[in-house]
Protein backbone atom coordinates (compact mmCIF):
# COMPACT_ATOMS: atom_id res chain seq x y z
CA UNK A 1 0.00 0.00 0.00
CA UNK A 2 2.91 2.00 0.68
CA UNK A 3 4.60 1.27 -2.46
CA UNK A 4 1.40 2.29 -4.33
CA UNK A 5 0.83 5.75 -2.41
CA UNK A 6 4.78 6.41 -3.45
CA UNK A 7 4.02 5.86 -7.13
CA UNK A 8 0.86 7.76 -6.75
CA UNK A 9 1.99 11.22 -4.85
CA UNK A 10 6.21 11.43 -5.30
CA UNK A 11 6.00 13.36 -8.64
CA UNK A 12 4.54 16.15 -6.29
CA UNK A 13 6.06 15.46 -3.35
CA UNK A 14 9.69 14.25 -3.94
CA UNK A 15 10.42 12.96 -0.50
CA UNK A 16 12.55 10.11 -1.86
CA UNK A 17 16.53 10.03 -2.88
CA UNK A 18 16.11 5.79 -3.61
CA UNK A 19 13.09 3.68 -3.18
CA UNK A 20 13.58 -0.21 -2.52
CA UNK A 21 10.13 -1.54 -3.49
CA UNK A 22 12.03 -4.96 -4.09
CA UNK A 23 13.66 -4.58 -0.52
CA UNK A 24 10.83 -3.29 1.30
CA UNK A 25 8.78 -6.15 -0.24
CA UNK A 26 11.36 -9.19 0.49
CA UNK A 27 12.06 -8.07 4.20
CA UNK A 28 8.02 -8.06 4.48
CA UNK A 29 7.89 -11.27 2.51
CA UNK A 30 10.84 -12.34 5.48
CA UNK A 31 8.66 -11.15 8.26
CA UNK A 32 6.03 -13.35 7.08
CA UNK A 33 8.02 -16.25 6.79
CA UNK A 34 9.31 -15.34 10.70
CA UNK A 35 5.16 -15.20 11.46
CA UNK A 36 5.00 -18.44 10.11
CA UNK A 37 7.58 -20.48 11.90
CA UNK A 38 6.23 -18.81 15.20
CA UNK A 39 9.31 -16.50 16.01
CA UNK A 40 8.88 -13.88 18.75
CA UNK A 41 8.03 -10.99 16.52
CA UNK A 42 8.76 -6.83 17.39
CA UNK A 43 5.26 -4.66 17.71
CA UNK A 44 6.43 -2.95 14.52
CA UNK A 45 7.28 -5.99 12.34
CA UNK A 46 5.81 -5.31 8.80
CA UNK A 47 5.64 -1.90 9.68
CA UNK A 48 7.83 0.12 6.49
CA UNK A 49 9.75 2.79 7.10
CA UNK A 50 11.77 5.63 5.44
CA UNK A 51 15.49 6.22 6.02
CA UNK A 52 17.31 10.00 6.08
CA UNK A 53 19.35 9.17 3.52
CA UNK A 54 22.82 10.43 5.15
CA UNK A 55 22.16 7.11 7.23
CA UNK A 56 23.93 4.25 5.87
CA UNK A 57 22.17 1.26 4.26
CA UNK A 58 23.93 -1.76 3.21
CA UNK A 59 23.37 -2.74 -0.55
CA UNK A 60 20.97 0.72 -1.08
CA UNK A 61 22.43 3.77 -2.11
CA UNK A 62 23.04 6.88 0.58
CA UNK A 63 24.38 9.79 -0.66
CA UNK A 64 23.47 12.72 2.08
CA UNK A 65 21.95 14.29 -1.07
CA UNK A 66 25.99 15.09 -1.84
CA UNK A 67 27.30 14.94 -5.54
CA UNK A 68 30.23 13.78 -3.69
CA UNK A 69 28.77 10.50 -2.61
CA UNK A 70 26.49 10.10 -6.15
CA UNK A 71 25.68 6.48 -6.56
CA UNK A 72 27.70 5.32 -3.19
CA UNK A 73 26.34 2.16 -1.55
CA UNK A 74 27.35 1.31 1.87
CA UNK A 75 29.18 -2.31 3.03
CA UNK A 76 27.33 -1.64 6.16
CA UNK A 77 24.06 -0.80 8.01
CA UNK A 78 24.26 1.61 10.72
CA UNK A 79 23.60 0.61 13.75
CA UNK A 80 19.81 1.76 13.93
CA UNK A 81 19.10 0.08 10.51
CA UNK A 82 20.35 -3.38 11.59
CA UNK A 83 17.93 -2.82 14.72
CA UNK A 84 14.84 -1.86 12.17
CA UNK A 85 15.78 -5.21 10.32
CA UNK A 86 15.96 -6.97 13.61
CA UNK A 87 12.56 -5.80 14.25
CA UNK A 88 11.50 -7.02 10.84
CA UNK A 89 10.55 -3.35 9.62
CA UNK A 90 11.00 -3.13 5.72
CA UNK A 91 12.87 -0.30 4.57
CA UNK A 92 11.03 1.45 1.85
CA UNK A 93 13.55 4.21 0.59
CA UNK A 94 16.30 6.80 1.70
CA UNK A 95 14.95 10.30 1.94
CA UNK A 96 15.84 14.08 1.13
CA UNK A 97 17.61 16.32 2.87
CA UNK A 98 20.04 19.23 2.58
CA UNK A 99 23.18 18.49 1.53
CA UNK A 100 25.37 16.50 4.46
CA UNK A 101 21.84 17.97 6.64
CA UNK A 102 23.09 21.20 6.18
CA UNK A 103 20.36 23.64 6.02
CA UNK A 104 16.32 24.02 6.96
CA UNK A 105 14.78 23.46 3.94
CA UNK A 106 15.93 21.14 2.18
CA UNK A 107 16.98 23.55 -1.12
CA UNK A 108 19.98 22.47 -0.26
CA UNK A 109 19.71 19.03 -1.85
CA UNK A 110 21.91 18.23 -4.81
CA UNK A 111 18.97 16.29 -6.28
CA UNK A 112 16.09 18.55 -6.33
CA UNK A 113 14.01 20.35 -2.99
CA UNK A 114 11.33 18.04 -1.29
CA UNK A 115 7.68 20.17 -1.21
CA UNK A 116 6.15 20.40 1.57
CA UNK A 117 2.66 17.82 0.97
CA UNK A 118 0.13 20.63 2.93
CA UNK A 119 1.46 23.69 0.32
CA UNK A 120 3.72 22.29 -2.73
CA UNK A 121 4.65 25.66 -2.87
CA UNK A 122 6.18 25.39 0.24
CA UNK A 123 10.02 23.99 1.68
CA UNK A 124 9.29 20.94 4.21
CA UNK A 125 11.18 22.27 6.63
CA UNK A 126 14.95 21.14 6.74
CA UNK A 127 17.35 19.28 7.07
CA UNK A 128 14.93 16.39 7.05
CA UNK A 129 12.43 17.49 5.13
CA UNK A 130 12.38 14.11 2.97
CA UNK A 131 11.36 12.40 6.16
CA UNK A 132 8.89 14.62 7.61
CA UNK A 133 7.16 15.29 4.19
CA UNK A 134 7.03 10.78 3.51
CA UNK A 135 5.46 10.60 6.66
CA UNK A 136 3.09 13.30 6.37
CA UNK A 137 2.11 12.44 2.55
CA UNK A 138 1.58 8.56 3.89
CA UNK A 139 4.21 7.52 2.04
CA UNK A 140 5.40 6.08 4.89
CA UNK A 141 4.05 5.77 8.49
CA UNK A 142 7.99 6.05 9.86
CA UNK A 143 10.86 7.58 9.05
CA UNK A 144 14.31 8.05 10.94
CA UNK A 145 16.14 11.60 10.76
CA UNK A 146 19.01 12.91 12.15
CA UNK A 147 19.04 16.60 14.30
CA UNK A 148 22.50 18.69 14.77
CA UNK A 149 20.43 21.72 15.14
CA UNK A 150 16.55 21.02 14.97
CA UNK A 151 16.72 18.77 11.84
CA UNK A 152 13.80 16.29 13.37
CA UNK A 153 12.05 18.91 14.89
CA UNK A 154 11.73 21.94 12.50
CA UNK A 155 10.44 19.76 9.19
CA UNK A 156 8.40 17.71 11.87
CA UNK A 157 6.47 21.34 12.69
CA UNK A 158 6.07 22.62 9.24
CA UNK A 159 4.97 19.39 8.22
CA UNK A 160 2.49 18.70 10.96
CA UNK A 161 3.93 15.79 12.18
CA UNK A 162 5.79 14.29 15.08
CA UNK A 163 9.59 14.72 15.73
CA UNK A 164 12.34 13.64 18.48
CA UNK A 165 15.36 14.33 19.08
CA UNK A 166 16.70 11.49 21.53
CA UNK A 167 19.26 12.99 24.50
CA UNK A 168 23.01 12.48 23.01
CA UNK A 169 23.92 9.32 23.33
CA UNK A 170 20.84 7.45 23.73
CA UNK A 171 20.87 6.32 20.12
CA UNK A 172 23.92 5.06 18.73
CA UNK A 173 25.15 7.31 15.63
CA UNK A 174 27.24 4.40 14.25
CA UNK A 175 26.59 4.75 10.39
CA UNK A 176 25.23 8.21 10.36
CA UNK A 177 27.48 10.37 7.91
CA UNK A 178 28.60 12.46 10.06
CA UNK A 179 27.96 16.53 10.58
CA UNK A 180 28.76 17.78 13.72
CA UNK A 181 29.65 15.16 16.34
CA UNK A 182 29.11 16.47 19.47
CA UNK A 183 25.55 17.94 18.50
CA UNK A 184 24.13 14.90 15.82
CA UNK A 185 22.18 12.43 17.13
CA UNK A 186 19.20 9.83 15.21
CA UNK A 187 16.00 10.06 16.51
CA UNK A 188 12.08 8.90 15.00
CA UNK A 189 9.72 10.74 13.46
CA UNK A 190 5.92 9.69 12.71
CA UNK A 191 2.39 11.41 12.55
CA UNK A 192 1.48 10.03 16.13
CA UNK A 193 3.16 10.44 19.98
CA UNK A 194 2.91 6.49 20.57
CA UNK A 195 4.25 5.78 16.96
CA UNK A 196 6.95 8.23 17.81
CA UNK A 197 7.98 6.20 20.79
CA UNK A 198 7.16 2.89 19.74
CA UNK A 199 9.75 3.72 16.93
CA UNK A 200 12.35 5.22 19.81
CA UNK A 201 12.22 1.55 21.52
CA UNK A 202 13.51 -0.05 18.38
CA UNK A 203 16.11 2.20 17.58
CA UNK A 204 17.42 3.20 20.76
CA UNK A 205 19.96 2.00 23.57
CA UNK A 206 23.41 1.15 24.21
CA UNK A 207 26.14 0.28 21.16
CA UNK A 208 29.53 0.19 22.11
CA UNK A 209 30.78 1.35 18.17
CA UNK A 210 29.71 4.82 19.19
CA UNK A 211 31.99 6.01 21.97
CA UNK A 212 29.37 8.42 23.40
CA UNK A 213 26.55 5.45 23.74
CA UNK A 214 24.99 5.82 27.28
CA UNK A 215 25.59 2.07 28.67
CA UNK A 216 21.95 2.41 30.20
CA UNK A 217 18.88 0.47 30.07
CA UNK A 218 16.02 2.87 29.32
CA UNK A 219 12.56 2.98 30.16
CA UNK A 220 10.14 1.84 27.49
CA UNK A 221 9.18 4.84 25.47
CA UNK A 222 5.49 2.99 24.01
CA UNK A 223 4.24 2.55 28.06
CA UNK A 224 5.63 6.61 28.55
CA UNK A 225 3.41 7.70 25.84
CA UNK A 226 0.58 5.49 26.98
CA UNK A 227 0.91 7.07 30.04
CA UNK A 228 0.38 10.45 29.34
CA UNK A 229 -3.35 8.69 27.32
CA UNK A 230 -4.70 8.70 30.93
CA UNK A 231 -6.77 11.35 32.08
CA UNK A 232 -5.15 14.08 34.65
CA UNK A 233 -1.66 12.43 33.10
CA UNK A 234 -0.58 16.74 32.79
CA UNK A 235 -1.47 17.46 36.98
CA UNK A 236 1.10 19.13 38.52
CA UNK A 237 3.45 18.76 36.06
CA UNK A 238 5.55 21.72 35.89
CA UNK A 239 6.00 23.45 32.46
CA UNK A 240 8.60 26.17 32.29
CA UNK A 241 8.39 28.76 29.26
CA UNK A 242 12.01 30.34 27.77
CA UNK A 243 11.56 34.15 28.06
CA UNK A 244 14.77 34.83 26.22
CA UNK A 245 13.10 32.46 23.07
CA UNK A 246 9.21 32.91 23.46
CA UNK A 247 10.07 36.47 23.87
CA UNK A 248 12.44 36.52 21.15
CA UNK A 249 11.88 38.33 18.01
CA UNK A 250 11.59 37.20 14.27
CA UNK A 251 8.46 34.74 15.74
CA UNK A 252 5.17 35.11 13.83
CA UNK A 253 2.04 35.86 14.90
CA UNK A 254 0.00 33.31 13.94
CA UNK A 255 2.36 31.17 16.10
CA UNK A 256 2.84 32.87 19.23
CA UNK A 257 -1.12 33.08 18.82
CA UNK A 258 -1.13 28.96 18.41
CA UNK A 259 1.57 28.99 21.29
CA UNK A 260 -0.17 30.73 24.16
CA UNK A 261 -3.23 28.87 23.07
CA UNK A 262 -1.33 25.75 23.66
CA UNK A 263 0.00 26.56 26.67
CA UNK A 264 -3.93 27.72 27.72
CA UNK A 265 -4.88 24.23 26.88
CA UNK A 266 -1.50 22.69 28.85
CA UNK A 267 -2.92 24.63 32.08
CA UNK A 268 -6.95 23.49 31.30
CA UNK A 269 -5.32 19.91 31.77
CA UNK A 270 -3.66 20.81 34.69
CA UNK A 271 -0.18 21.99 34.19
CA UNK A 272 1.70 24.57 36.52
CA UNK A 273 2.94 27.16 33.64
CA UNK A 274 6.07 29.50 34.71
CA UNK A 275 8.36 31.78 33.06
CA UNK A 276 11.47 30.66 33.09
CA UNK A 277 15.04 33.05 32.24
CA UNK A 278 17.31 31.55 29.98
CA UNK A 279 19.63 34.59 29.69
CA UNK A 280 22.22 32.69 26.94
CA UNK A 281 19.53 30.92 24.85
CA UNK A 282 19.67 34.10 22.95
CA UNK A 283 23.60 33.44 22.06
CA UNK A 284 22.37 29.87 21.03
CA UNK A 285 22.10 30.32 17.49
CA UNK A 286 25.28 32.44 17.13
CA UNK A 287 27.45 29.81 19.47
CA UNK A 288 26.12 26.88 16.73
CA UNK A 289 27.20 28.21 13.58
CA UNK A 290 30.76 28.45 15.43
CA UNK A 291 30.92 25.04 16.53
CA UNK A 292 29.12 22.80 13.96
CA UNK A 293 31.39 24.50 10.94
CA UNK A 294 34.06 23.86 12.72
CA UNK A 295 33.47 20.17 13.43
CA UNK A 296 31.61 20.12 9.83
CA UNK A 297 35.50 21.30 8.53
CA UNK A 298 36.97 18.20 10.27
CA UNK A 299 34.33 15.55 9.33
CA UNK A 300 34.17 16.75 5.96
CA UNK A 301 37.87 16.31 5.40
CA UNK A 302 37.17 12.54 4.72
CA UNK A 303 35.76 13.05 0.87
CA UNK A 304 38.97 13.44 -0.39
CA UNK A 305 38.10 11.59 -3.47
CA UNK A 306 40.04 8.29 -2.67
CA UNK A 307 38.21 6.77 0.38
CA UNK A 308 34.57 7.46 -1.36
CA UNK A 309 32.61 8.44 -3.98
CA UNK A 310 33.02 10.82 -6.72
CA UNK A 311 36.47 11.33 -8.31
CA UNK A 312 37.43 14.41 -10.14
CA UNK A 313 40.67 14.42 -12.30
CA UNK A 314 41.54 17.47 -13.58
CA UNK A 315 43.42 18.55 -17.09
CA UNK A 316 47.06 18.31 -16.97
CA UNK A 317 49.27 16.73 -14.22
CA UNK A 318 47.11 14.79 -11.80
CA UNK A 319 48.79 15.62 -8.28
CA UNK A 320 46.79 13.81 -4.86
CA UNK A 321 45.83 17.94 -4.37
CA UNK A 322 44.72 19.19 -7.60
CA UNK A 323 42.78 15.48 -7.66
CA UNK A 324 41.11 15.96 -4.19
CA UNK A 325 40.86 19.68 -4.69
CA UNK A 326 38.83 19.39 -7.91
CA UNK A 327 36.72 16.52 -6.62
CA UNK A 328 35.65 18.94 -3.93
CA UNK A 329 35.04 21.82 -5.80
CA UNK A 330 32.72 20.05 -7.87
CA UNK A 331 30.95 17.61 -5.73
CA UNK A 332 29.90 19.91 -2.75
CA UNK A 333 27.50 22.69 -2.62
CA UNK A 334 27.26 26.24 -1.85
CA UNK A 335 26.15 25.20 1.64
CA UNK A 336 28.54 23.03 2.09
CA UNK A 337 31.57 24.46 0.90
CA UNK A 338 30.40 28.26 3.15
CA UNK A 339 30.96 26.11 6.34
CA UNK A 340 33.76 24.69 5.80
CA UNK A 341 35.60 27.66 5.12
CA UNK A 342 33.83 29.17 8.25
CA UNK A 343 34.70 26.64 10.22
CA UNK A 344 38.30 26.22 9.27
CA UNK A 345 38.61 30.08 9.49
CA UNK A 346 37.05 29.68 13.15
CA UNK A 347 39.73 27.31 14.11
CA UNK A 348 42.69 28.78 12.61
CA UNK A 349 45.16 30.14 14.94
CA UNK A 350 45.03 33.61 15.71
CA UNK A 351 41.02 33.03 15.69
CA UNK A 352 40.90 29.93 17.66
CA UNK A 353 40.30 31.39 21.24
CA UNK A 354 38.29 34.48 20.13
CA UNK A 355 35.70 32.16 17.85
CA UNK A 356 36.03 28.48 18.80
CA UNK A 357 36.93 28.91 22.24
CA UNK A 358 34.15 31.38 23.08
CA UNK A 359 31.22 29.14 21.29
CA UNK A 360 32.47 26.44 23.58
CA UNK A 361 32.18 28.81 26.60
CA UNK A 362 28.20 30.07 25.57
CA UNK A 363 27.84 26.34 25.00
CA UNK A 364 28.68 25.71 28.99
CA UNK A 365 26.27 28.67 29.89
CA UNK A 366 23.70 27.12 27.68
CA UNK A 367 24.25 23.56 29.68
CA UNK A 368 24.07 25.80 32.71
CA UNK A 369 20.89 27.40 32.04
CA UNK A 370 19.31 24.10 31.26
CA UNK A 371 20.69 23.23 34.80
CA UNK A 372 19.34 26.15 36.60
CA UNK A 373 15.61 26.18 34.66
CA UNK A 374 15.14 21.89 35.36
CA UNK A 375 15.86 22.29 39.03
CA UNK A 376 12.22 24.31 39.29
CA UNK A 377 9.99 22.80 35.83
CA UNK A 378 9.57 19.13 34.74
CA UNK A 379 9.82 20.17 30.88
CA UNK A 380 10.27 23.12 29.13
CA UNK A 381 7.84 24.42 26.12
CA UNK A 382 8.14 26.62 23.12
CA UNK A 383 7.04 27.10 19.77
CA UNK A 384 9.10 24.81 17.52
CA UNK A 385 10.03 27.27 14.43
CA UNK A 386 9.38 30.44 15.03
CA UNK A 387 7.40 30.55 11.62
CA UNK A 388 5.18 28.40 9.37
CA UNK A 389 6.88 26.61 5.99
CA UNK A 390 8.21 29.60 4.22
CA UNK A 391 8.05 30.17 -0.24
CA UNK A 392 10.30 28.04 -2.03
CA UNK A 393 13.51 30.71 -2.58
CA UNK A 394 12.56 33.10 0.24
CA UNK A 395 15.86 32.62 2.20
CA UNK A 396 17.86 30.72 -0.13
CA UNK A 397 19.90 34.20 -1.11
CA UNK A 398 20.61 34.96 2.77
CA UNK A 399 22.77 32.23 4.91
CA UNK A 400 21.48 34.15 8.18
CA UNK A 401 17.54 34.42 7.37
CA UNK A 402 17.96 30.63 7.27
CA UNK A 403 20.02 30.39 10.16
CA UNK A 404 17.58 31.85 12.87
CA UNK A 405 15.50 29.38 11.81
CA UNK A 406 16.80 27.20 14.01
CA UNK A 407 16.74 29.49 17.31
CA UNK A 408 14.33 27.70 19.23
CA UNK A 409 15.88 24.16 18.27
CA UNK A 410 19.10 24.51 18.66
CA UNK A 411 19.81 25.07 22.73
CA UNK A 412 18.49 20.91 23.40
CA UNK A 413 21.93 20.32 20.86
CA UNK A 414 24.24 22.66 22.92
CA UNK A 415 23.36 20.32 26.03
CA UNK A 416 22.56 17.01 24.56
CA UNK A 417 18.84 17.34 26.54
CA UNK A 418 16.09 15.43 24.79
CA UNK A 419 13.40 17.88 22.16
CA UNK A 420 10.23 16.55 21.26
CA UNK A 421 7.80 18.40 18.73
CA UNK A 422 4.27 17.50 18.00
CA UNK A 423 0.95 19.69 16.02
CA UNK A 424 -0.10 22.22 18.08
CA UNK A 425 -2.49 23.66 15.50
CA UNK A 426 -2.40 25.67 12.04
CA UNK A 427 -1.58 29.28 11.06
CA UNK A 428 -3.24 30.42 8.21
CA UNK A 429 -4.09 26.83 6.95
CA UNK A 430 -0.40 25.68 7.95
CA UNK A 431 0.91 23.54 10.81
CA UNK A 432 2.62 25.15 14.01
CA UNK A 433 4.31 22.71 16.30
CA UNK A 434 5.16 23.12 19.97
CA UNK A 435 8.45 21.72 21.51
CA UNK A 436 8.80 20.16 24.65
CA UNK A 437 12.56 19.97 26.21
CA UNK A 438 13.44 17.82 29.07
CA UNK A 439 16.38 16.95 31.15
CA UNK A 440 19.25 14.13 29.69
CA UNK A 441 17.68 10.87 29.93
CA UNK A 442 14.44 11.89 30.80
CA UNK A 443 13.07 11.12 27.15
CA UNK A 444 10.41 9.14 28.40
CA UNK A 445 8.81 12.44 30.54
CA UNK A 446 8.55 13.93 27.05
CA UNK A 447 6.59 10.70 25.89
CA UNK A 448 3.97 11.06 28.66
CA UNK A 449 3.66 15.20 28.78
CA UNK A 450 3.09 14.92 24.39
CA UNK A 451 0.74 12.16 24.29
CA UNK A 452 -0.83 14.10 27.29
CA UNK A 453 -1.32 17.03 25.17
CA UNK A 454 -1.70 15.43 21.77
N1 LIG B 1 19.22 24.03 10.28
C1 LIG B 1 20.30 23.34 10.93
C2 LIG B 1 21.58 23.62 10.18
O1 LIG B 1 21.53 24.01 9.05
C3 LIG B 1 19.94 21.90 10.92
C4 LIG B 1 21.07 20.99 11.12
C5 LIG B 1 20.64 19.61 11.46
O2 LIG B 1 19.95 19.42 12.45
N2 LIG B 1 21.13 18.64 10.71
O3 LIG B 1 22.64 23.46 10.73
Redesign the pocket.
Known sequence: AHLDRIRAVEGDVHAYLAVDAEGALEQAAEVDRRRAAGGVLSPLAGVPIAVKDNIATKGVTTTAASRILEGWVPPYDAHVVERLREAGMPILGKTN??E?????STE?SAYGPTRNPWDLDRIPG???GGSSAAVAAYEAPLALG???????R?PAAVTGTVGMKPTYGGVSRYGALA??SS??QIGPAARTVLDTALLHDVIGGHDTRDQTSINQSWPSFADAARAGQVDGALKGVRVGLPRQICEGEGFEPGVLENFSTTVDRLRDLGAEITWIDTETFGYAVAA??LL?PAEVSSNLARYDSVRYGLRVTPEGTPNVERVMSATRAAGFGD?VKR?ILLGTYALSSGYYDAYYGSAQKVRTLVQNDFADAFASVDVLATPTSPTVAWAFGERTEDPTA??V??LT??PA?LAGVPAISLPSGLSDGLPVGIQFMAPAREDARLYTVSAALE
Open positions: LDFAMGSHGSGTDTGGSIQMGLDYYMERMYADTIN
